[in-house]
């Protein structure tokens, strides 16, 4: 079928960077954004870094002003909310009672943020982080906070972690697992980082078990404002305000009501094709086949993942194949002082080889001798030789990079 | 607000004017400068924010970090004298009138 009615479910960074991909591959038919939050579509990243720690207004974090919306046709339904796919009739049904027909129906419709069902969980000044408004109650509670909790040692947590440090609060991180970052990088890493917090002020609690939240006098009344975490060996720490950032899950069930596949997010091909071949899934909602990191099959949250995964769809709408391989995962963090580099996807028994100091670091990771991750800390020139290494195997192998053949730099201007 | 002159691959120009303390990358998407994408949001970490800057202003921009400079060699198609990255430059009002070309 000719496609001349494009929809997107979803305005965030997967959705918007389709419709600008579509129009910049010269496609001439009808692009229809939908996102549910109110407003122009924006960068979220910003939102747990420097916006949260500074003054911008939230137009600074938009994509594009509304003008590129109109020059390029764009059509952004927001907030508006799809309630059913109607797959045999190639329709969408809209919140606001609308419908919208499709030739071609692309869902990227993200994850939502986990949340913690234990008692307490509705006291005032418990956070989350994932929108613009989140950040913007985060900033505001900030200001007045002496003392912070951060649940779950990830991306975002660390992240807020050093801003909140970096503001005078006394900080306590505190995770289920044993180190910082257990599901993305290296313990080697992990350690660095860690160091790297701990020379803030910032404390760290693993194997943290949380059996809930209390208020100043004990008790835990809905509307009343926390003051501790609780742990399960009845020790409690003391919190003005909390960030829960234990992860996300993905938002697959608009595809799962309709009968399409669902297994850790909306299971797509190599060309983000569901089983429907009018449906295709792309971003942080989607899992599809790979050839990178220990799986088959993965779905990735990242913005490189989103942006990657949006313009080789573009590409394989409007010219039916793709020329790009398969995109090598990378991902950043900025925590303070320290930039958070990865290039690549490590596993759990990955051989490992660590240079630098703690402000310095790097750790290489191979499978069967072969790089396929690099984990950096300040190393940008490394951090971007990497991804092109291991893109084309071209990195030190094991053996190497034992010997003291550390130089990516290097190896990447030999090549 | 100091004027600020883009200039897309093509040669077109864009004049805009800019409020002090935003960054070259952020004035380029927000005035939809054809080559300027800030796929990061600023973080320095993408280089899809690559400007040339003639290099006889180059005094009045602040100084190249160590990220940027990495940035600079290993994250761009090609570096050219006056390579910068938009999102590490402020716009300040001795910056009126600065042309900022878009490398193709």
């Known amino acids: 079928m000719t496609l001349n009615r494009l929809v997107i479910l979803g305005a965030g960074h997967a959705g918007f960077a389709l419709a600008a991909a579509m129009r910049q591959a010269g496609y001439g038919g009808s692009v229809t954004l939908v996102g549910d939050e109110p407003g122009l579509p924006y960068n979220r990243p910003p939102l747990s870094k420097a916006y949260l720690g500074g003054t911008d207004h939230e137009e600074t974090l938009h994509f594009r002003p509304a003008r590129f919306f109109e020059e390029n046709r764009i059509t952004l339904l927001a907030p508006e909310r799809a309630l059913r796919i109607d797959r045999e009739a190639f329709k969408v049904e809209l919140a606001s009672g609308r419908s919208l027909p499709y030739d071609n129906l692309v869902l990227a419709l993200g994850a939502r943020n986990r949340s913690l069902a234990i008692p307490g969980s509705e006291l005032t000044g418990i956070f989350s982080l994932r929108s613009a408004p989140d950040a913007a109650g985060l900033r505001a509670a900030l200001a007045g906070a002496r003392s912070a909790a951060v649940i779950g040692a990830g991306f975002v947590g660390l992240e807020f972690a050093a801003t909140a440090a970096a503001r005078g609060l006394a900080v306590t991180v505190l995770d289920a697992a044993p180190r910082a970052m257990s599901r993305v990088v290296s313990p080697e890493t992990a350690a660095a980082i860690q160091r790297c917090h701990e020379s803030l002020g910032t404390r760290f609690v693993f194997n943290a078990q949380i059996t809930g939240f209390k208020a100043r006098d004990g008790t835990a009344s809905p509307g009343d404002r926390v003051n501790a975490v609780r742990l399960a060996d009845d020790t409690a720490v003391q919190a003005d305000l909390v960030l829960v950032g234990i992860g996300a899950a993905p938002n697959g069930e608009l595809a799962e009501a309709c009968g399409l596949e669902v297994s850790n997010g909306i299971v797509v091909d190599n060309g983000y094709r569901t089983r429907d071949p009018a449906i295709s899934a792309i971003g942080d909602c989607a899992h599809g086949p790979t050839t990178h990191g220990h799986a088959r099959s993965h779905r990735l949250e990242s913005v490189q993942n989103a942006n990657d995964s949006a313009r080789r769809l573009a590409q394989i709408l409007t010219t039916g194949a793709c020329d790009a391989g398969d995109p090598i995962p990378w991902f950043w963090s900025d925590q303070g002082k320290m930039k958070l580099q990865i290039a690549g996807l490590g596993g759990p028994n990955d051989a490992t080889v660590t240079t630098g100091s703690n402000a310095d670091h790097m750790t290489m990771r191979f499978r069967g001798g072969r790089l396929i991750c690099v984990e950096t800390i300040n190393r940008a020139g490394d951090h971007m030789a990497a991804r092109r290494l291991i893109a084309s195997g071209i990195g030190p192998s094991l053996a190497e990079a034992q010997a003291g053949a550390c130089d990516l730099k290097a190896a990447l201007k030999a090549a | ?104």
């Open chain 2, 1 to 104: 607000m100091p004027r600020i002159i883009f200039v897309e691959a093509d040669g077109s120009e864009h004049s805009v004017e800019v409020e002090a303390g935003t960054s070259l990358m952020q004035a380029g998407v927000a005035n939809d400068v054809k080559g300027i994408v800030g796929e990061c949001g600023g973080s320095c970490m993408c280089a899809t924010c690559h400007v040339v800057i003639d290099s006889a202003l180059a005094a009045d921009l602040p100084p190249i970090s160590d990220d940027e400079e990495e940035m600079l060699e290993f994250g761009t198609a090609e570096r050219f004298e006056g390579s910068r990255l938009g999102c590490q430059i402020l716009v300040t009002e001795a910056l009126e009138g600065l042309k900022v070309k878009v490398p193709g």
